[in-house]
């Protein structure tokens, strides 16, 4: 959502997104789960007009779901609901408060929507452990209803989505509004991402939006999207040149443009389905999860195992914890499935605060640090010196350090931030896959020129966005099609490791194997100016036909 020039005066104005507009704007996505599915993918049904495809995504940002939807067992659907309304969605319905105009924009939006149901399905299947609960606090602090529907245009209500100018979460939060409305953000935690802060955050910055655009929602909602400096200017440039001002009048960029018609899209069809015979699934309008306080740090295995569930279900339930455990300072909550939180509260106050945890001694080597301790075990220096009673970070060969460790292996936290950074990376994206440790100074258009590869592609590949800074040491994943300066047609590449001898040099190596120097230390992310040390490993890419 986002505009690069836009950040500093995003991050002092608020603004959730930061516009910037794309050629291609679902070029980012996986799963096929949002909104911008491409136009060539449907051109070839009958029932889809390509140019209506193709005016519902103009200046649509791209979002990146990096998992898959969890079906998370929420109790039995045969519960009798004591509610004059059974479905929560017939709840915002009856309650729909905006007018919605016959605009352009809108009815583009609208086609799109009804010709693919199946997007609704997607959705509402994401949104069920939390729409209840949305909904709850909508109506607590006075609001529309129709802001249910808002993360349905931000994120397809996933917690887990991101997008370019690095907003995250299922309201879509740039890291500094994120932290101006309360969602702590460190190696442990993104709050951005916890369903329960970032709803209580984007509540009290739509409620503000509100009240700075004198009641009008549509420039509030517009300002969600840009930042309310740049509705502003708008709004003060048609007021300049004698024009109306209202939303639809505005010269604002082309995602905004298209962002507050989709969700009054979204509304025209939820009070209309019989209308559009609009199969619009129904989630059940009844409490299904409840917040419990566990106090202190927990294993989220071993949470899960108390609540009888499994890691994945219950990372799905808390997708604010980036690692294998909850932050050790805060916030300790867990969200639980309700049929699930009075086992869960038994089971807990059977385990004290020190099995919590998995521990190790860890005997001290020579030349470790602290740092690489931490790492070792993925873990924090901080969580280190803090059960060690450590006032700094010296340590000494043969020391003895207490070490908190994962009750299972990283592999079975498949939601954690590293484990979904492993299953983007993985991702086959071309016919070959490099690996590049960034330097300093390395920027993600120096990358992309170096390898001639896409730069949002290349970003994308890294489940990051193209805006996001590098950091030095760091691993990304290059996918090339041709992967030597020399490769032909007819070339028959194959990958081979080799072991640098003492007297080597990359110009003898590149000579033995017909390569360029410049390739092996593209192949090998190397420094051409340090010399090669004796036992090092080097991948190269043969051309067997010249060899």
């Not at 080597?365 to 075990?377: P, Q």
Request: net charge positive; glycine share 6%.
């Amino acid at each position: 959502m986002k505009y690069i020039a836009a950040l500093f005066a995003c991050a002092l104005l608020g603004g959730c997104s930061l516009t910037q507009e794309t050629s291609n704007p679902s070029s980012a996505l996986t799963n096929d789960e949002s909104f911008t599915e491409t136009c060539s993918d449907i051109q070839s049904n009958a029932e889809h007009d390509p140019e209506t495809c193709a005016q519902a995504q103009e200046g649509v940002v791209a979002v990146v779901h990096p998992t898959e939807v969890v079906d998370i067992p929420l109790g039995d659907d045969e519960q009798v609901i004591d509610a004059p309304i059974d479905d929560v969605w017939e709840r915002v319905r009856e309650s729909l408060y905006f007018e919605v105009p016959d605009q352009r924009r809108v009815t583009v939006q609208k086609n799109w929507y009804l010709k693919h149901p199946s997007y609704m399905k997607r959705v509402s299947k994401r949104a069920t452990p939390f729409l209840y609960y949305i909904v709850e606090e909508l109506e607590k602090n006075n609001m529309p209803l129709e802001l249910a529907l808002l993360p349905i245009v931000e994120s397809a209500f996933d917690p887990f989505a991101y997008s370019h100018g690095r907003a995250a979460g299922m309201w879509q939060f740039i890291p500094g509004t994120g932290k101006n409305y309360g969602m702590k953000q460190t190696w442990w935690y993104d709050g951005r991402r916890d369903v329960i802060a970032s709803t209580e955050g984007a509540i009290k910055y739509l409620k503000r939006l509100h009240k700075m655009f004198d009641g009008d929602w549509l420039h509030a909602l517009a300002s969600y999207n840009s930042g309310e400096g740049r509705v502003m200017r708008a709004i003060r440039k048609n007021k300049r040149q004698g024009k109306p001002t209202d939303f639809w009048s505005l010269d604002l960029p082309r995602e905004t443009e298209a962002y507050v018609p989709k969700l009054l899209a979204l509304a025209e069809i939820l009070k209309n389905q019989e209308k559009y015979d609009f199969d619009w699934p129904e989630i059940q309008n009844k409490q299904v999860i409840e917040v419990v306080d566990v106090g202190s740090q927990i294993d989220l295995a071993m949470a899960a195992k108390l609540a009888g569930l499994t890691t994945e279900e219950l990372h799905a339930l808390n997708p604010g914890y980036n690692r294998w455990a909850t932050d050790p300072e805060g916030p300790h909550r867990l969200v639980l499935p309700l049929t699930e939180v009075e086992t869960f509260k038994l089971a807990l106050k059977q385990t004290s605060e020190k099995d919590r945890l998995n521990w190790v001694r860890h005997k001290v080597k020579s030349g470790e640090s602290l740092g690489v301790i931490a790492r070792k075990y993925h873990t924090t220096t901080d969580v280190i010196k803090k059960i060690n009673g450590m006032r700094n970070s010296t340590i000494y060969a043969n020391d003895h350090i207490l070490v908190p460790i994962a009750l299972k292996s990283l592999e079975d936290y498949s939601l954690s931030a590293d484990q979904r950074l492993a299953r983007k990376q993985a991702q086959q994206q071309g016919a070959h896959k490099l690996t590049h440790k960034v330097k300093r100074g390395d920027t993600f258009w120096d990358l992309s020129r170096e390898y001639k590869v896409n730069m949002r592609k290349l970003a994308k590949w890294n489940g990051m966005a193209p805006t996001d800074p590098l950091i030095p040491g760091k691993n990304l994943v290059v996918w090339v099609n041709q992967i030597s300066s020399q490769q032909t047609d007819n070339s028959v590449m194959r990958t081979l490791t080799y072991t640098v001898r003492n007297g080597d040099s990359l110009s003898r190596i590149a000579n033995k194997f017909k390569v360029k120097v410049s390739d092996i230390t593209k192949w090998n992310s190397l420094n051409s100016k340090k010399f090669l040390q004796p036992g090092q490993k080097l991948r190269l890419y043969v051309d067997v036909t010249r060899t």
